[in-house]
């Protein structure tokens, strides 16, 4: 009797592990798929240049430790755990699954493939040329009605704010944290003093902004086939996956924002 005891402790803690190794890679799957493991290493340069190009950072040695904190707590690998672990921890299993068949859609690949491309160089040249031909050769009714429920379906605009956002912040607080002690914000002066910095029309850029590098990105695409991937966005499973991936992208830049906290007082020190 005690020996089928024991035997059952071994059979669910081997049934334990394995579902918890099936999850690691479920949520691997999804994050490399969907391309987020792309846009943050894109983010990782677009940090270190907004770095290098301010002046409270730029060629003063006494904010070199700063700064190298900065980066190091900022960098898509740090964000990219706290993702993963979102993604492991918070999100069921049965709708981690949903996430992962909406990226093995033929379509999602194919689209997820093109939305790619505009990070390289040759690829920015061209749309900014693309760009300046849009106010003598405008959309169609369609293509812009299309391309706007896209961007509400992926929720870009949101998504685009939060990492903005989480950036600003960051360099805020290491700004901060180089002040002299008696001169050093809170963190709600400094939220209030980072909602200073921003335009009250933000969002609208970044809409803005997003409709004009869609309709580039998408400019060889019919508006059938775009539809049929609208469509897909505004499923159940669409839905699912991006309020899944924006509950993890806010998770991980609250996350990166506290560690970033302890980082930069530890420096201080």
């Given at each position: ?146 391309i706007d429920q896209l961007i509400e379906d992926q929720n870009t605009v949101e998504t685009t704010r939060q990492m903005t956002l989480g950036i600003v912040m960051a360099m805020m607080r290491g700004g901060n944290a ?92």
């Amino acid at each position: 009797m005690k020996l089928k005891s024991i035997l059952a402790v071994v059979v669910l803690t081997t049934a334990s592990l394995l579902q918890a190794q099936s999850v690691k890679q479920l949520a691997r799957e999804v994050y490399q798929n969907s391309g987020m493991n792309s846009m943050l290493k894109l983010m990782d340069q677009q940090f270190a240049n907004q770095m290098n190009a301010n002046p409270v950072f730029a060629g003063k040695p006494e904010a070199e430790p700063f700064k190298n904190a900065m980066i190091g707590v900022m960098s898509s690998k740090n964000i990219e755990k706290y993702m993963l672990g979102f993604l492991e921890e918070e999100v069921p299993l049965e709708e981690l699954e949903t996430m992962a068949g909406m990226y093995k859609n033929p379509i999602v690949n194919e689209f997820t493939a093109l939305e790619l491309t505009i990070q390289q160089p040759d690829k920015q040249q061209e749309m900014a040329a693309y760009k300046t031909q849009l106010l003598t050769n405008p959309p169609s009714e369609e293509r812009l009605k299309l391309i706007d429920q896209l961007i509400e379906d992926q929720n870009t605009v949101e998504t685009t704010r939060q990492m903005t956002l989480g950036i600003v912040m960051a360099m805020m607080r290491g700004g901060n944290a180089l002040m002299p002690k008696d001169k050093r914000l809170n963190e709600d002066e400094m939220m209030e003093r980072m909602n200073q910095v921003f335009p009250a029309n933000f969002n609208l850029m970044i809409k803005e902004a997003t409709q004009s590098n869609s309709l580039f990105i998408y400019k060889d695409v019919s508006d059938e086939k775009l539809a049929e991937y609208v469509a897909i966005w505004a499923s159940e499973e669409g839905k699912t996956t991006m309020a899944n991936f924006m509950n993890a992208i806010q998770f991980s830049f609250e996350k990166v924002g506290e560690q970033l906290g302890k980082s930069l007082a530890s420096v201080k020190k």
